[in-house]
């Protein structure tokens, strides 16, 4: 079974502060995804990283896939209250056909 | 436009009633997956449809089934609600199975068992 670890677990921070998200796993994934979800609500995606080393920039979100494609990380900057939400990594494994998720990183943005 | 409906909302059943949640999509996506999520946890997979292929996970209980009378709609069964159950259930679609195919998730059904 492949496992993700996000850290940290939960995250309190003022408006305008950076943060960023960890992902980690002993194992590799094919590709990994991130979501976003909101109290009552479904997970929405917010990206997707295939590439080794892969860099995406979504406005003030910044996602890296590690080189050896077993680790990634969301970065925020200038956070906002709007971005307050449970972040949740996820990963394909190899054979592509199962998504493993992680635990979830709670984020809280104070105004 | 909505794409992947669950209905309803929010239900709340008796211990030992059975209940039935409904997903549908409006994506032709051949794929379609349950999940269960309790509080501040990761959503966990139950079971998914591949096209009408039916692929159970390993440890989702017997008290749990699911119905995919056409492509777009998929039912999830619990035949006996027990109070563990309570949570909320995702169902999500995906064009296929393979990792370059993102899966796209509902609103979700927040059950209560009384």
């Known amino acids: 079974t492949q496992l993700l670890e996000q850290s940290p677990q939960f995250l309190s921070i003022q408006e305008g502060e950076n943060l960023t998200v960890y992902c980690n796993s002993s194992?590799?994934?094919?590709?990994l995804q991130w979501y976003r979800q909101e109290p009552g609500e479904g997970p929405v995606l917010l990206v997707t990283v295939v590439t080794g080393g892969e860099v995406k920039k979504l406005k003030r979100l910044t996602f890296q896939f590690g080189d050896a494609r077993k680790d990634s990380s969301l970065h925020i900057t200038a956070a906002q209250p709007g971005d307050t939400g449970l972040y949740l990594c996820a990963g394909y494994n190899n054979a592509g056909n199962m998504l493993t998720f992680g635990g979830g990183t709670r984020l809280m943005v104070k105004p | 436009d909505a794409m992947v409906i669950q209905n309803p909302r929010y239900q709340v059943t008796q211990f030992g009633k059975p209940v039935t949640l409904s997903c549908s999509q409006t994506l032709n996506h051949n794929v379609m997956y349950w999940y269960q999520q309790k509080s501040s946890q990761a959503p966990k997979l139950l079971f998914h449809?591949?096209?009408?292929?039916?692929?159970n996970e390993a440890d989702t209980p017997d008290n749990f089934q699911s119905r995919r009378p056409n492509t777009s709609f998929c039912f999830l069964d619990i035949r006996s609600p027990g109070l563990g159950d309570a949570a909320m259930y995702l169902c999500?679609?995906?064009?296929?199975?393979?990792?370059?195919?993102?899966?796209?998730f509902g609103p979700g059904t927040r059950l209560t068992v009384t």
């Open positions: 999500a679609t995906s064009r296929d199975r393979r990792f370059s195919y993102e899966q796209y």
């Open positions: 194992s590799v994934f094919s590709s």
């Open positions: 449809y591949y096209d009408k292929d039916f692929n």
